[in-house]
């Protein structure tokens, strides 16, 4: 499947998106009519407290998950229509996700967690790109580790390298310095403005911190199932 982002400026568009989890003895509605429209090169952070659907909300416009009623569009596909191999496909060619719990595969190392991707896809010079990609979150001396001999924060930079290495148009980042310190959690941000500017990437990032979330164009709180964007200062990252 391909699609040319180029042409779309709207890159995400959510429609009255509900989602429901059926649970013993009734439904929880995890989100309720959210709407969202987010343009080519936006960055947008998600703000909302534990167990608002923030991670739920992400999966939901990545694909990942399909909504109870409503609809997603994707890089101009309306993934209603999308069969599930087609949703993968697009989320594979053009979409980067860094998980809340980083997803690695436990028996590779980091640098070939990295390389997957790319191998996927037979990208040319993949072990230069992928090396690269680590140095960037900077654990070019952890190539060879795997994530068990990793520091939580030391794997979510793997998780964050993977999603980047293959410049994707959209990138998801769930709490993507969550386990940072505030100095490898400010370069991180830095490393992420700086794809957005660079490679084109549309961030949409999910944080606690705020201060983060204020150095984003647009940010939206996520509060009992409702998405509400937020006033926020003039963006910084610029
Ligand atoms: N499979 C499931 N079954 C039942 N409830 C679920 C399931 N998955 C998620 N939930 C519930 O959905 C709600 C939203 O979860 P989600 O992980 O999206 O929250 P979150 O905003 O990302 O939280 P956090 O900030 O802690 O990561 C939570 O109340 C959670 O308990
Ligand atoms: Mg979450």
Excluded at 55 to 76: F, I, K, R
Excluded at 196 to 220: G, W
């Amino acid at each position: 499947m391909t699609a040319n982002v180029d042409k779309f400026t709207t890159v995400i568009e959510l429609q009255d998106v509900h989602y429901q989890i059926p649970s013993d003895s009734e439904v929880l509605d995890i989100i309720k009519a959210c709407n969202l429209s987010v343009q080519s090169k936006e960055i947008i952070a998600i703000v909302g407290r534990s167990g608002s659907g923030k991670s739920t909300l992400l999966s939901l416009m990545a694909g990942l998950e399909s909504p109870s009623s409503g609809n997603v569009n994707l890089l101009g596909h309306t993934l209603n229509h999308c069969s599930e191999d087609e949703r993968a496909q697009i989320r594979a060619q053009q979409v980067g996700f860094i998980f809340q719990n980083f997803q690695l595969m436990p028996s590779m190392t980091a640098l070939e967690n990295i390389l997957m991707p790319l191998e996927l896809f037979e990208i040319e010079n993949a072990q230069e790109k992928a090396l690269q990609a680590l140095k960037q979150v900077g654990l070019e001396n952890r190539a060879h580790h795997r994530p068990a001999e990793l520091s939580g924060g030391e794997q979510q930079r793997v998780a964050i390298a993977r999603a980047f290495v293959t410049k994707p148009k959209v990138l998801f980042a769930d709490e993507p310095t969550g386990n940072l310190d505030e100095e490898t959690a400010a370069q991180i941000q830095d490393l992420l403005f700086e794809l957005n500017r660079t490679i084109k990437t549309t961030l949409i990032v999910v944080t606690h911190d705020l201060e983060f979330a204020q150095r984003c164009q647009k940010s939206y709180h996520l509060s009992n199932g409702h998405l509400l964007e937020q006033i926020t200062t003039e963006a910084t990252h610029a």
